[in-house]
């Protein structure tokens, strides 16, 4: 279940044409997402306002990584857990470089966080990358649920201008209960939604 397909009807999702089929799939896909057990983090970079804010700057992709896998270690050191890390191949340099700026993040720690913050909470020194063809379930999910969640964080902050389908606004319902906040304030703005 790749987003694009399902928009645009590809192969499988072309049946989706139908506007019965249509309604009954998405109301399976809203019961997938409240259902599940999973929290979201959402890292937005604007790339070329932190390309030009710096000298010398951090990949906009490794520093996104780096300020998910400060919430994400955060979360599971809260809840005394271990987590894996897992991304969506984007090509073999892309990969390696990926990989190493986890393994940096892993060993080094990240401004805001020593490295044992994230050795206590990542399973694996190594990020676990895996190509679209695998089909892993909650690559698919992040994929859907993305797009719906950045746009609705750029609206929110009145970077962009728009509104969401009403699929994309009954998602968003349902995504919201799944954002990761802070325990106390049930603040979601730097834990489950982050701007750079």
């Known amino acids: 279940m790749h987003r694009s397909d399902i928009i645009n009807r590809k192969g499988p999702f072309g049946i989706l044409t139908d506007p019965a089929r249509r309604d009954t799939f998405d ?4 019961e997938v997402v409240a ?4 929290k979201v983090i959402c890292v937005v970079i604007d790339k070329k306002k932190h390309l030009s804010a710096y000298e010398s700057p951090f990949h906009p992709y490794h520093y996104c990584l780096a300020a998910l896998l400060d919430r994400y270690s955060g979360y599971l050191n809260f809840k005394n857990a271990l987590g894996d890390v897992m991304a969506e191949s984007r090509g073999r340099e892309e990969d390696r ?15 805001m966080f020593p490295r044992e913050h994230h050795q206590r909470a990542l399973s694996s020194r190594h990020i676990k ?4 063809e695998a089909n892993i379930p909650g690559l698919q999910l992040a ?7 950045k746009q609705s964080m750029l609206m929110e902050r009145a970077a962009m201008v728009g509104s969401q389908s009403p699929f994309g606004a009954r998602l968003l319902q ?3 209960r ?6 106390r304030t049930g603040k979601v703005w ?3 939604k982050v701007m750079l």
């Open 174 to 176: 349902t995504v919201d």
């Open 143 to 149: 994929d859907i649920l993305a797009h719906p969640v």
């Open 129 to 132: 990358i895996k190509r679209k």
């Open 178 to 183: 799944k954002l990761n906040r802070n325990v």
């Open 190 to 192: 730097s834990y489950g």
């Open 27 to 30: 109301q399976g896909l809203l």
């Open 35 to 38: 259902y599940a057990s999973f």
């Open 97 to 111: 470089q990926l990989e190493d700026a986890y393994h940096r993040v892993y060993e080094s720690g990240t401004l």
